[in-house]
Nanobody
Framework: EVQVVESGGGLVQAGGSLRLSCAAS????????IGWFRQAPGKEREGVSC????????YYADSVQGRFTLSSDNAKNTAYLQMNNLKPEDTAVYYC??????????????????????WGQGTQVTVSS
């Protein structure tokens, strides 16, 4: 079973930076995906950035393009989300999700991933104006 452990998050002023980490374990095949999703109060969950190892793509939501960078350490099966120039509208609970997966990062982030996805406990990111 795939398991994920998140770290990072916190409170930052607008324009500041934070880095989230997601350590995944339990993969039994080389093709997998790790993604960051977020949910703000009263809003639906949205895919922020995802990486698919099966096709090597990284997807970014339009709202974070140019400000957020997803990177990965293959040896550690860990994905990092560097968030720069944070805005108050980035305030949300951020969740990491990992799964064995063959497909594009765009589809994974759009909710068309595999049936079984392992979710982290969520970490709060608060950006003050």
């Amino acid at each position: 079973e795939v398991q994920v452990v998140e770290s990072g998050g916190g409170l930052v002023q607008a324009g500041g930076s934070l880095r989230l980490s997601c350590a995944a374990s339990g993969f039994t095949a080389a093709d997998y995906a790790i993604g960051w999703f977020r949910q703000a109060p009263g809003k639906e969950r949205e895919g922020v950035s995802c990486i698919s190892k099966s096709d090597g793509t990284i997807y970014y939501a339009d709202s974070v393009q140019g400000r957020f960078t997803l990177s990965s350490d293959n040896a550690k099966n860990t994905a990092y989300l560097q968030m720069n120039n944070l805005k108050p509208e980035d305030t949300a609970v951020y969740y990491c999700a990992a799964a064995q997966y063959v497909g594009s990062s765009y589809l994974y982030c759009s909710g068309y991933g595999p049936h079984h996805i392992s979710w982290g406990q969520g970490t709060q990111v608060t950006v003050s104006s």
